[in-house]
């Protein structure tokens, strides 16, 4: 079953940086791109970045997106209590012609 | 400016379909994907399938083959997404989001079954 794993929580103090992983279980997960979303609460996601690095229009530097041959991370320097919310990755997996969604990961700014 | 409208919550009965719409501005309907994601309460995001609006084309995840349906409107840049058979796990909110990047998304409808 191919999955995404993200760790369920993290938590960082105000100013802090902070990294979420994503690992891919697929052998596909090299040959496609990543892209994060962030949810507040009670709203819809929001792209944060996509083709594994790239930041839409508006969104801060503060957020930045790597990617390994089996890993994809997400970090978040300079933190805010705004940024307090449920972040997502999500990739195309070729064996399966689906779209992928990590399981989450719960950001708590201390 | 971008935006994407979805019609309002439905209650629905196990076994009865709903018809989630879809209303797209400030951009070319035809030319964006539509995909549509659900989640349930305190649950992650799950993909159900995308939709391309200018051939009407539609994939949709394994999952949910044979119970989902995709279509649109281009007179009205509506997508539709409409689930059928529906049981209790069904109870969700579904969103559309546009394109291969999921770049704008609307604001989500709460599709409750409840008997």
């Known amino acids: 079953q191919p999955v995404l794993t993200q760790p369920p929580s993290v938590s960082a103090a105000p100013g802090q940086k902070v990294t979420i992983s994503c690992s891919g279980s697929?052998?596909?997960?090299?040959?496609?791109?990543i892209s994060w979303f962030q949810q507040v609460p009670g709203t819809a996601p929001k792209l944060l970045i996509s083709?594994?690095?790239k930041r839409p229009s508006g969104i801060p530097d503060r957020f930045s997106g790597s990617k390994s041959a089996t890993s994809a991370t997400l970090t978040i320097t300079g933190l805010q209590t705004g940024d307090e919310a449920d972040y997502y990755c999500?990739?195309?997996?070729?064996?399966?012609?689906?779209?992928?969604f990590g399981g989450g990961t719960k950001l708590t700014v201390l | 400016q971008v935006q994407l409208v979805q019609s309002g919550a439905e209650v629905q009965r196990p076994g009865a379909s709903v018809k989630v719409s879809c209303t797209t501005s400030?951009?070319?309907?035809?030319?964006?994907?539509i995909n549509w994601v659900r989640q349930a309460t305190g649950q992650g995001l799950e993909w159900m399938g995308w939709m391309n609006p200018d051939t009407g084309d539609a994939a949709y995840a394994h999952k949910f083959q044979g119970r989902v349906t995709m279509t649109r409107k281009t007179s009205t840049n509506t997508a539709y997404m409409e689930l059928s058979n529906l049981g209790f796990e069904d109870t969700a909110v579904y969103y559309c989001?546009?394109?291969?990047?999921?770049?704008?998304w609307g604001q989500g409808t709460l599709v409750t079954v409840s008997s």
């Open positions: 083709d594994n690095n």
């Open positions: 989001t546009r394109g291969g990047d999921f770049d704008f």
């Open positions: 697929s052998s596909n997960f090299v040959n496609y791109y």
């Open positions: 400030g951009y070319t309907f035809t030319s964006y994907d």
């Open positions: 999500e990739t195309w997996d070729g064996s399966l012609s689906a779209i992928l």
